[in-house]
């Protein structure tokens, strides 16, 4: 039975009527004081929190509390039931779940019901967090719903919602988190609501798997059939779906697009000293271009800065043999690139080139490249293979920094450099955890004894995750480097306490 020296019970709103109460004590069977509530005067609200809201197992209320926001009971996972003295004339409990007295707000449902949850008709309203963390399935929604609190459903289990056509708005958050929903769709008119100004990113980032939220597909499928920006945004949500590999959104993505004839694009030259050719510009919505060798009677041996900077067609691009220099910029952006093919001419190519194309999947380096620009992949996280060519002696700052899909690369013999963060985040160390590890796996990394100068600037070459839960803040490394005893790169691992084995 709670006591109530277990309870603190303020007030914490600046018109009285918002009370804390929170519960400081262990049982799991929670009995709100009767007499502490008479401290709070009037039409109040009680917020209920707790110093260990995941072991609460039943919460019961008093007859003289006139209204509660469960939202504060933030993470009450093991809440099984609520109960209200039937004598309450403003909320009751029906089946273990709280209600206002009548009926039109449900306030919270206990996070361990399982199964299939009939909301009654006659619930208008829907309480912020009522939901969180839900074990049900399924929740059969009523025709009079009208609105539905932020983070409703957050983190819920469920695998089917059906939205009433009574509800004209739902809020974005409503849903959020739940991601093992199968079923997701609106038996009326229903628009989102979205909190932020400008949503485009963030859709984008859900579609590709890379935002901080990460929606069920069939949820994010639903927000695109109403989105106001969808032409606007096509491209880049086609490009996000191929790299967050959600196939029923490219489907429909590509299924809706409009038919428009792709004219043939047209370039811009600049010419050099020498005579020949250099590529300004390109514009056009061609998916693949080849690029011709000679342009207006010039012999193209360049493509210029920015040349084809965040074109958002461009999926293949093939670059002419005698093109020796590819300069800064040139694809940066492009981000439906999924292939450049270069040719062996060429043995420059400039900082950020690829940066920012996050569904490039193979580039081969021409063998006459001595060098990886800074930033020349940087956040291609789609890239799959990278052979660095046997010449390169450096890889320049953040050259290959979260490209996270890269598991594997040699560096060559001979290599003598390593720019800051230039491999921060690379598959080979950075990815999801393994079994029975926190926060690393044994991948073992080969830096050549070559090398004579790291530069351990920003984050460090490599991503260091947490130890362990109880050791947040002590971190480790995902790969055992082998090193040569003595070399640079033996020092660097010692000083930076990543396993490493002689070799």
């Known amino acids: 039975m709670s006591n109530i020296n277990d309870f603190e019970f303020y007030n914490a709103g600046w ?97 361990q019901m399982t199964g299939k949850y009939i909301v009654p008709e006659g619930v208008e309203e829907i309480e912020t967090s009522a939901f969180q963390y839900s074990n049900l399935d399924e929740v059969i929604l009523p025709e009079s719903l009208k609105t539905i609190g932020y983070y409703g459903f957050q983190y819920s289990k469920l695998k089917k919602v059906v939205i009433p056509k009574g ?13 093992e929903l199968e079923e997701f769709s609106f038996a ?14 963030e859709m984008e980032q859900r579609i590709s798997g890379e935002a901080f939220t990460r929606p069920a597909e069939c949820y994010i499928l639903a927000c695109l059939k109403t989105y106001p920006n969808i032409d606007k945004c096509r491209r880049k949500f086609i490009a996000a779906a191929k790299r967050g590999k959600k196939e029923k959104v490219l489907e429909y993505l590509l299924s809706t697009m409009p038919e428009i004839k792709v004219e043939k694009g047209t370039f811009e030259i600049n010419v050099l000293e020498d005579g020949s050719g250099e590529i300004k510009s390109y514009k056009g919505e061609e ?159 080969y830096i050549p004894a070559s090398v004579t100068q790291i530069d351990d600037g920003g984050s460090g070459i490599f991503a260091a995750y947490p130890k362990a839960q109880e050791l947040f803040g002590i971190f480790e490394y995902k790969v055992i480097l082998q090193v040569k005893k003595g070399s640079i790169a033996h020092r660097y691992a010692a000083k930076k306490k990543i396993r490493f084995e002689l070799v």
């Open 167 to 179: 509800m004209s708005e739902l809020e974005d958050n409503a849903f959020s988190e739940c991601s």
């Open 188 to 201: 009326g008119d229903t628009k989102f609501s979205y909190s932020r100004t400008d949503m485009d990113p």
């Open 287 to 445: 998916s693949v271009i080849e690029i011709p060798n000679e342009i207006d009677g010039k012999k193209i041996t360049a493509i210029g800065k920015g040349a084809f900077e965040e074109n958002e067609y461009i999926e293949k691009v093939i670059v002419p043999d005698g093109v020796t220099l590819i300069q800064n910029n040139a694809f940066k952006g492009c981000i439906s690139l999924e292939e450049a093919i270069l040719p062996e001419s060429c043995t420059s190519i400039g900082v950020s080139v690829f940066e920012d194309c996050k569904g490039l999947k193979k580039a081969d380096l021409p063998k006459g490249v001595r060098v990886l620009s800074r930033k020349v992949f940087k956040n291609c996280i789609s890239l799959e293979s990278l052979d660095i060519p046997s010449g390169v002696i450096k890889i320049d700052d953040q050259a290959l920094y979260y490209c996270e899909s890269l598991k594997d690369i040699t560096l060559p013999e001979g290599l003598t450099y390593l720019g800051k963060e230039c491999l921060y985040a690379c598959g080979f160390n950075y990815g999801p955890v393994l079994e029975g590890e926190w926060g690393y796996s044994k991948r073992k990394f």
């Open 15 to 111: 018109n009285k009527e918002r009370w804390d109460l929170k519960y400081k004590g262990e049982d799991k069977d929670v009995v709100i004081p009767e007499e502490l509530m008479e401290k709070a005067k009037g039409k109040f609200t009680v917020a209920i929190s707790a110093e260990n809201p995941n072991e609460i197992e039943s919460i019961s209320i008093p007859k003289n509390v006139p209204d509660v926001w469960l939202g504060t009971l933030y993470g009450g996972r093991g809440l099984k039931k609520i109960t209200v003295d039937p004598e309450n004339q403003y909320l009751k409990d029906v089946d273990g779940v709280l209600y206002t007295k009548d009926g039109k707000r449900l306030i919270k449902a206990p996070a």
